[in-house]
Structures are given as structure tokens and as C-alpha cells.
């Protein structure tokens, strides 16, 4: 999941627990099945973000760590108002998310022939 300095910081852990409970729970139904998904809190750069409550999350690891070629679901952590504002102004945040957007497209073979 990729979180930003001053989003909601109740859409980050909620929905990166149901996708850990659903890997371990797929590991459970099936012992030699690996882990369905690797969840991670991805920022622009590794370390602390504050979210708009003031809450914490540790962001690792930053975005020039990830080349999303790997990446199969990618959520994106709400925010609002200025927050937005800044985030867009991040062009490498926006680029990134382009480039990984790109790549999980060409995965799933949406942009075959394209």
C-alpha cells in the first residue's frame, strides 16, 4: 500500500490486514501453498509518514526500492484537500505510480497488442 504524509490513516492497516489474513488463511487451507500476497506500506521515501491524525506508519520500503513488476494489487492510502495537493505536486510519487500502474497492466495482458 502506498501512503503519503497527511492521508487517512484508516485506510491503510484495515485493508492491509484482510490481505494478510487472507494469505495466512490460504496457507492454512493448504500447507505447501506460499503466502498470497506480501503486504507492504511503500512511501516516497522510507520511514515515518504522518498521517492527517497525527498517527505514524512506517513506510519501508520507499518507492525508488519497488520497480512494480512484482506487484499485483497496489491500494493507495485516501487523503484530502491539501494533502492531495501536496501528493500531486510529487511528481516522482505520481511518475512512480505510472510506471507501476504500466507494469501491472502489461501483466495481466491488458495492453496486449496495444
Not at 494478510?20 to 522510507?46: H, K
Request: glycine share 14%.
Amino acid at each position: 500500500m502506498l501512503v503519503f504524509p497527511g492521508g487517512q490513516s484508516l485506510d491503510s492497516p484495515g485493508p492491509l490486514e484482510v490481505f494478510a489474513v487472507v494469505s495466512r488463511q490460504a496457507q492454512d487451507d493448504v500447507a505447501e501453498a506460499g503466502p498470497r500476497y506480501r503486504t507492504l506500506l511503500i512511501g516516497a521515501r522510507p520511514g515515518p509518514v504522518r498521517m492527517a491524525s497525527g498517527l505514524r506508519l512506517v513506510a519501508d520500503p520507499g518507492i525508488d526500492e519497488i520497480d512494480g513488476s512484482g506487484i499485483h494489487t497496489l491500494p493507495v492510502s485516501a487523503g484530502i484537500g491539501d494533502a492531495l495537493d501536496r501528493q500531486h505536486a510529487q511528481r516522482e510519487v505520481v511518475d512512480w505510480l505510472r510506471g507501476a500502474g504500466a507494469w501491472m497492466l502489461a501483466e495481466s495482458g491488458l495492453l496486449q497488442g496495444r
